[in-house]
């Protein structure tokens, strides 16, 4: 089956470390996202990459990082530099990086600092 | 440019309409329409092009009027399947690049 898959489901990490999320894509979409997604909030972006070995700032970048080295690979790492990493984050992929694509989601990582 | 959703939550019973409103204040390219079940991904209802046609999915409709830069989902003889928080992805033609600027979602109940 097609789809988009995110690991691990529920993340717990202690102040001060590094994590990284992992999303993969088996569609052959050439764009990806990533989102946060807060209580009462809506999505914000963080990043996205339009195609391999290329990826922009969203409106919430700092304190993550991201890589794009194969298509159907965009891993999120949220370093001890994001303030307030608790969140729920959402991973997506778009046939193409417009906006006439529909995007296609991951079924999210809950990330908790303890 | 975070485009403005109303109602904030809205409570109905099985079998009643309810209307759904996305307001920009910038000019947009796109529309989406997205269902959120409480811990779970969103989900694509359907996408409202600028000078493209009303879209129907089964009893959800929705239109897109560019010159008042906003967009209505109608949601017709509402089901319990239906609860979930909408929310609209708009596209804008400055800075977008094509990506999408989420509002805060739509809550809706639907009671048995």
């Known amino acids: 089956d097609g789809g988009i898959t995110q690991s691990p489901k529920y993340l717990f990490r202690k102040e001060g470390q590094n994590v990284t999320l992992s999303c993969e894509q088996n569609?052959?979409?050439?764009?990806m996202y990533w989102y946060r997604q807060d209580p009462g909030q809506g999505l914000r972006l963080i990043y996205y990459s339009q195609i391999v070995n290329d990826f922009q700032k969203g409106d919430i970048a700092e304190g993550y990082s991201v890589s794009r080295e194969k298509k159907e690979s965009f891993p999120l790492t949220v370093t001890s530099a994001q303030k307030n990493p608790t969140a729920f984050y959402l991973c997506?992929?778009?046939?193409?990086?417009?906006?006439?694509?529909?995007?296609?989601f991951g079924p999210g990582t809950r990330l908790t600092v303890l | 440019q975070q485009p403005v959703q109303s109602p904030q939550a809205v409570i109905l019973r099985e079998g009643e309409d309810a209307v759904i409103n996305c307001s920009s204040s910038k000019a947009l390219y796109s529309v989406h329409w997205y269902r959120q079940k409480h811990g779970e991904a969103p989900v694509f209802l359907m996408i409202?092009?600028?000078?493209?046609e009303q879209m129907r999915h089964e009893k959800i409709s929705a239109s897109f009027n560019e010159k008042k830069q906003q967009s209505s989902l109608y949601l017709t003889a509402s089901q319990l399947s239906y609860s979930g928080t909408y929310f609209c992805g708009t596209e804008q033609p400055q800075g977008s690049q094509g990506n999408l600027i989420f509002g805060k979602g739509t809550k809706l109940s639907v009671k048995p």
């Open positions: 997506a992929s778009s046939p193409t990086g417009t906006g006439r694509s529909e995007q296609f």
């Open positions: 569609l052959n979409h050439d764009a």
């Open positions: 409202l092009l600028k000078g493209g």
